[in-house]
């Protein structure tokens, strides 16, 4: 870049302008006082200072949800409706506290009042039943909370030493290959329970059975090839991950009847070549994890495993997802920067990184929640 074009004033577009104007007047109190009161602004200011409001009020919003599930709120109404003096005694709560708490429940939608006064699920705490993997991940969120009491002090210090950073005891760790069982349990208990909402969506988007053997790299204590196994009968499983992960895999597809149709490898992907042999490989919630360096050396031993003409299916949450903006600038960007390791990237810094490693093409699956799980697919060239 020569020196000129450092100093040419930066192009400002129409909507950039815009933006400006609109931002510049919201910052008027005058203004805000007249489009709260007119009705032809009142709608978009009411809007504004609701969003602003739930920013605010985040937190609040969270730990009602962590008490919830902490007293089994949701299993308790959802074997039948209780008036208030019934739950108390079930939560272990004054009639007072029970009321609060399942009144700020219900203004979430996590519970609701009936007509004759009972409490019953609302429509967010039913999508909880049932799926003991957002319980699981809410509970957990207690350590990511705790590391984020002071944001400005961890923006500034070095990464790692978080109480998350050594729950996912592989992100710090200078041989990961060495964590022992008994720092991988908590992180893999918790990957399983939340796993079955997301090889729903994985397998909603791609027909396994076209396939003969597959590899999932970090595949974790195997429940997402289990989810694949049941759909692709024919299809023999492979799975790599961290030595003393895989010992738990091979127990769990020894209990699940899978001992003969799933070959488990124990290794550093850091370090070590991928076990070669399948025509497909699986990465699904790992990618993000990892910082660029790690991520592109781990996405070129996977090409250097995979046949020509061979395919990667990768899979997670990704950052610029339309209608989940916050999912994955604000969420997984402060959860990975608390973490110690790793970014959520966008589809097209995948599909860039993918570029780099020696994929040719690749193409965006659709799945039917891109908030939990996208999808790319990408292929070894002839
Ligand atoms: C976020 S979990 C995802 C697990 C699983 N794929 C899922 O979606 O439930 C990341 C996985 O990658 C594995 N992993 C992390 N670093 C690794 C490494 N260097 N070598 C092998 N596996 C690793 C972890 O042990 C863990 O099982």
């Given at each position: 870049?020569?020196?000129?074009?450092?100093?040419?004033?930066?192009?400002?577009?129409?909507?950039?302008?815009?933006?400006?104007?609109?931002?510049?007047?919201?910052?008027?109190?005058?203004?805000?006082?007249?489009?709260?009161?007119?009705?032809?602004?009142?709608?978009?200011?009411?809007?504004?200072?609701?969003?602003?409001?739930?920013?605010?009020?985040?937190?609040?919003?969270?730990?009602?949800?962590?008490?919830?599930?902490?007293?089994?709120?949701?299993?308790?109404?959802?074997?039948?409706?209780?008036?208030?003096?019934?739950?108390?005694?079930?939560?272990?709560?004054?009639?007072?506290?029970?009321?609060?708490?399942?009144?700020?429940?219900?203004?979430?939608?996590?519970?609701?009042?009936?007509?004759?006064?009972?409490?019953?699920?609302?429509?967010?705490?039913?999508?909880m039943i049932g799926n003991d993997g957002i319980a699981a991940m809410v509970e957990h969120h207690a350590m990511l909370y705790a590391d984020l009491t002071d944001p400005v002090a961890m923006l500034r210090r070095p990464r790692g030493g978080n109480a998350l950073s050594d729950y996912?005891?592989?992100?710090?760790?200078?041989?990961?290959?060495?964590?022992?069982?008994?720092?991988?349990?908590?992180?893999?208990?918790?990957?399983?329970?939340?796993?079955?909402?997301?090889?729903?969506?994985?397998?909603?988007?791609?027909?396994?059975?076209?396939?003969?053997?597959?590899?999932?790299?970090g595949g974790g204590n195997g429940a997402f090839l289990r989810a694949v196994a049941a759909e692709a009968p024919r299809l023999e499983l492979m799975l790599f991950d961290l030595p003393a992960v895989a010992e738990e895999a091979r127990a769990r597809f020894a209990a699940a009847g899978?001992?003969?149709?799933?070959?488990?490898?124990?290794?550093?992907?850091?370090?070590?070549?991928?076990?070669?042999?399948?025509?497909?490989?699986?990465?699904?919630?790992?990618?993000?994890?990892?910082?660029?360096?790690?991520?592109?050396?781990?996405?070129?031993?996977?090409?250097?495993?995979?046949?020509?003409?061979?395919?990667?299916?990768?899979?997670?949450?990704?950052?610029?997802?339309?209608?989940?903006?916050?999912?994955?600038?604000?969420?997984?960007?402060?959860?990975?920067?608390?973490?110690?390791?790793?970014?959520?990237?966008?589809?097209?810094?995948?599909?860039?990184?993918?570029?780099?490693?020696?994929?040719?093409?690749?193409?965006?699956?659709?799945?039917?929640?891109?908030?939990?799980?996208?999808?790319?697919?990408?292929?070894?060239?002839?």
């Amino acid at each position: 870049m020569s020196g000129a074009d450092t100093l040419a004033a930066p192009q400002v577009s129409l909507l950039d302008r815009f933006r400006a104007f609109r931002e510049g007047m919201a910052a008027k109190p005058g203004f805000r006082r007249w489009a709260a009161r007119f009705p032809l602004t009142r709608p978009f200011a009411r809007r504004r200072a609701r969003a602003l409001f739930d920013i605010c009020a985040g937190f609040v919003y969270t730990q009602v949800l962590l008490a919830c599930v902490q007293l089994r709120v949701f299993a308790i109404l959802s074997e039948a409706p209780l008036t208030t003096a019934r739950l108390a005694p079930r939560l272990s709560l004054s009639i007072e506290a029970t009321e609060r708490l399942m009144a700020a429940a219900a203004a979430l939608q996590l519970t609701a009042r009936r007509g004759d006064g009972a409490w019953t699920l609302g429509q967010l705490g039913a999508a909880m039943i049932g799926n003991d993997g957002i319980a699981a991940m809410v509970e957990h969120h207690a350590m990511l909370y705790a590391d984020l009491t002071d944001p400005v002090a961890m923006l500034r210090r070095p990464r790692g030493g978080n109480a998350l950073s050594d729950y996912w005891a592989y992100s710090g760790a200078e041989q990961p290959g060495s964590v022992s069982a008994d720092r991988i349990r908590d992180y893999t208990a918790l990957m399983a329970a939340s796993q079955p909402m997301v090889a729903e969506e994985v397998l909603a988007s791609y027909r396994f059975d076209r396939h003969v053997r597959v590899l999932d790299v970090g595949g974790g204590n195997g429940a997402f090839l289990r989810a694949v196994a049941a759909e692709a009968p024919r299809l023999e499983l492979m799975l790599f991950d961290l030595p003393a992960v895989a010992e738990e895999a091979r127990a769990r597809f020894a209990a699940a009847g899978l001992g003969g149709r799933a070959f488990v490898h124990g290794g550093d992907f850091t370090q070590d070549e991928l076990p070669r042999g399948a025509d497909l490989v699986t990465l699904v919630r790992v990618l993000h994890d990892h910082d660029d360096d790690v991520a592109l050396s781990l996405l070129r031993r996977i090409r250097a495993a995979l046949p020509v003409g061979g395919a990667l299916l990768l899979a997670e949450p990704m950052a610029g997802t339309s209608g989940a903006e916050p999912m994955g600038e604000a969420y997984f960007g402060f959860y990975l920067l608390a973490m110690g390791r790793g970014r959520p990237r966008t589809p097209e810094e995948i599909r860039t990184m993918l570029l780099a490693a020696g994929f040719s093409e690749s193409r965006m699956l659709s799945t039917p929640t891109p908030l939990l799980t996208r999808a790319v697919l990408a292929r070894v060239p002839a």
